[in-house]
């Protein structure tokens, strides 16, 4: 099955500053790359998403990018703000009827 | 629209027991998935119904199973409850049928004492 890795597991930037979170998969077949937001106490929010025909995708300050060839796909947010601290989860899946298999998730923590 | 409704939102259980957890999905989702939620594993894919069909399973033993109802809404049910199985449960919805842009509920925390 697919397996997917998260890096690193806590991230601080100062405001403004960007982050760039990075993961992995394994299953050459996953196709579609979901990036959730939690925060803390609350549900998973889906920020941003890319399928596997896409190499990069942005919406204001979030952008995802992808590389096929190295199962390699992060997310990047710039000019961070103090309501960018939460959990981030990325995720893979080959679609159809599988679930999402996530990563273990990123803290990232805004410095004033 | 409202979102994605679960209830309880806590239970607290004793090993052995079962208990039965339920979500509403946004109006118009014919899909819901179930994903276990802990510090340790992380978020993990239960199972997933559309049109009152299972149409796949996560890694779990047979103790937890679920079922959805004409009107989209499903149950979880788990049973001969054990420790390990403290964790915040979640509900997903979504309209296109798979795992894509999943709407999740708030979840249900559940305590095996």
């Known amino acids: 099955g697919e397996n997917v890795e998260q890096h690193p597991s806590t991230l601080s930037v100062q405001e403004g500053d960007s982050a760039v979170i990075k993961c992995t998969y394994s299953?050459?077949?996953?196709?579609?790359f979901p990036w959730y937001k939690q925060e803390l106490g609350k549900r998973p929010q889906l920020i941003i998403d890319?399928?596997?025909?896409?190499g990069e995708k942005k919406d204001q300050r979030i952008a995802v990018t992808l590389n096929k060839t190295a199962k390699h796909f992060s997310l990047h947010i710039t000019e961070t703000q103090p309501e960018d601290s939460a959990v981030y989860f990325c995720a893979a899946t080959p679609g159809g009827a599988d679930g999402l298999t996530f990563g273990k998730g990123t803290h990232l923590i805004i410095q004033p | 629209k409202a979102g994605v409704t679960q209830t309880p939102r806590y239970l607290i259980k004793t090993r052995g027991q079962q208990v039965t957890l339920s979500c509403s999905p946004i109006?118009?989702?014919?899909?819901v998935s179930w994903y276990q939620q802990t510090p340790g594993q992380g978020l993990q894919f239960l199972f997933e119904y559309f049109s009152e069909t299972q149409r796949n399973k996560g890694n779990f033993p047979g103790r937890f199973s679920g079922r959805q109802f004409s009107n989209s809404r499903s149950e979880m049910n788990v049973s001969t409850l054990e420790l390990g199985d403290s964790a915040l449960y979640l509900c997903?919805?979504?309209?296109?049928?798979?795992?894509?842009?999943?709407?999740f509920g708030s979840g249900t925390q559940l305590s095996v004492l």
């Open positions: 109006s118009g989702h014919r899909s």
């Open positions: 890319i399928r596997s025909n896409v």
């Open positions: 997903a919805s979504s309209l296109l049928g798979s795992a894509e842009k999943l709407f």
């Open positions: 299953d050459s077949a996953s196709n579609y």
